[in-house]
């Protein structure tokens, strides 16, 4: 059965503090696989999109890296502000990348 | 920028009463997606849409839930009859066949209360 398990659940960090999210998979065959940002009350908003062959993907102060071998991405936030407060949800497609399972999501929240 | 548009963005109903949503997805997009979030947990796909056919409606309560998409453009998610645990909000994506990475394109959601 395909899954994707995001860590942690939630998270609390002072504004200026980096975070690291987590992302595991087993989904197959891997198609691509996205990083969103949800606000509260609003759809997502994708951040990243990474192939197979993409072990690393930035947007701003948002980087993406994926482990294709170990089934692991993870989502680095540098410098975090207060509009950083969101969930994080990570996106495994199958197949032939519309075959999609979501995670959970990690609850993010910064504070002054 | 073109985006995904959703009506109404709130919505609250009685229980036992009929509700329906509407989405308009980008303009050429065949791919079209209705999901269910419960407050605080994750996406939950209803149904998939390609054109006007349904992919995948393998999670949609499919006694009280319907959908269609007739001319495979815009479309509308019905539940009838509500209950409280329909309460959530209901978020239309849609998507390129066009490209590699099927990227999904969110609308800002339909906001449902049951009481």
């Known amino acids: 059965k395909n899954q994707v398990e995001q860590s942690p659940q939630s998270l609390i960090i002072l504004e200026g503090k980096n975070c690291t999210l987590q992302?595991?998979?087993?989904?197959?065959?891997?198609?691509?696989l996205r990083w969103y940002k949800q606000d509260t009350g609003r759809g997502p908003v994708s951040l990243t999109i990474?192939?197979?062959?993409?072990n690393t993907k930035s947007n701003g102060r948002y980087t993406a890296t994926l482990d294709a071998d170990t089934k692991q991405s993870s989502l680095h936030i540098t410098a975090s502000q207060l509009s950083d407060s969101a969930s994080y949800i990570c996106?495994?497609?199958?197949?032939?990348?519309?075959?999609?399972?979501f995670g959970g999501g990690t609850r993010l929240m910064v504070k002054p | 920028e073109a985006e995904v548009a959703q009506s109404p963005r709130y919505k609250i109903t009685e229980k036992s009463q009929a509700v329906a949503f509407w989405c308009d997805p980008i303009?050429?997009?065949?791919?079209l997606y209705w999901y269910r979030q419960i407050l605080g947990q994750g996406l939950e796909l209803l149904v998939q849409?390609?054109?006007?056919?349904?992919?995948?409606d393998s999670q949609l309560p499919k006694d009280r839930f319907s959908a269609e998409r007739l001319k495979g453009v815009d479309s509308t998610l019905k539940i009838q009859p509500a209950e409280l645990g329909d309460s959530a909000m209901y978020l239309c994506?849609?998507?390129?066949?066009?490209?590699?990475?099927?990227?999904?394109?969110f609308g800002p959601g339909t906001r449902l209360t049951v009481t």
């Open positions: 994506a849609s998507s390129s066949s066009g490209t590699l990475t099927y990227e999904q394109y």
């Open positions: 992302c595991n998979y087993t989904v197959s065959p891997f198609s691509n």
């Open positions: 990474m192939t197979f062959s993409e």
């Open positions: 996106v495994v497609s199958a197949h032939a990348g519309n075959m999609l399972t």
């Open positions: 303009s050429g997009h065949a791919t």
């Open positions: 849409f390609q054109d006007e056919s349904v992919v995948d």
